[in-house]
C-alpha cells in the first residue's frame, strides 16, 4: 500500500481494521465498532484507488484498467446495515448483552 503513496502507519492501520474487523464481524463481538472500522476502509478504497477507473469491475481484466467501486459500495452498503442493526441474536454481542 506504501507503493500507492499511502504512508506506513495509514497503511498499517488500514490492514489491522481489515483484519480485526473481519474477524469481530464473524464472530459478532464489537459488531457495530467492527462495521464502521470496515465502513472506513470502504470509503478510503473507493476515493484513494477505485473512483478513477468507474462504477463497474473490470470482469475482462483488461490490461491497465483496474477495478471500479462496485464492490466496494456493496461492502460499504453491507457494513452500514450492520452498524445501524448490530449483530442478531447469534452474536457474541447478544450473549455478552441481550
Keep these: 500500500m506504501t507503493s500507492m503513496g499511502l ?36 470509503v478510503g478504497a473507493i476515493a484513494t ?5 468507474g462504477f463497474f469491475l473490470n470482469w475482462e481484466l483488461e490490461p491497465g484498467k483496474g477495478h471500479g467501486f462496485e464492490a466496494n459500495l456493496a461492502y460499504l452498503t453491507m457494513a452500514a446495515a450492520l452498524f445501524l442493526d448490530g449483530g ?3 452474536s ?3 450473549l455478552i448483552s441481550p
Design 49 to 53: 484507488v477505485h473512483a478513477k477507473h
Design 88 to 90: 442478531g441474536m447469534l
Design 92 to 94: 457474541l454481542d447478544y
Design 7 to 42: 504512508p506506513a502507519p495509514i497503511a498499517y492501520m488500514v490492514c489491522l481494521f481489515e483484519f480485526l474487523g473481519c474477524l469481530g464481524l464473524i464472530v459478532g463481538l464489537l459488531t457495530r465498532l467492527d462495521a464502521l472500522a470496515i465502513a472506513i476502509v470502504m
